[in-house]
């Protein structure tokens, strides 16, 4: 993931949530940022992503209308951050 030439990758997931991703971004946050890179996994029913920079304003409004126009009726969520801060939170 870290090492692509492209700046933002996209995977395709066969996944039936994206609860694996979220937990997983977080520990890659700080080196997609320094090497401004980003990837972004797309479901069947989830687009989730982490881009490392903010020169993604037309990548997220793209992202964004696709899926508005592929969910239909129910609501989209999208986020833009300049600063995003993960808890890593230890059970037990």
Known sequence: ???SDK???FT???A???TEYI???PQFAASL???NRGIVFIGETFVVGLIGNMNHDAL???LEASCKEMSKNKPVKG???NEVKFDFKIKG
């Open 23 to 25: 937990s997983l971004l």
């Open 79 to 81: 986020a833009k951050k």
């Open 7 to 9: 700046e933002v990758s």
């Open 33 to 35: 940022k320094e090497k």
């Open 60 to 62: 997220h409004a793209a």
């Open 1 to 3: 993931m870290l090492n």
């Open 12 to 14: 395709k997931s066969d």
């Open 16 to 18: 039936d949530a994206p």
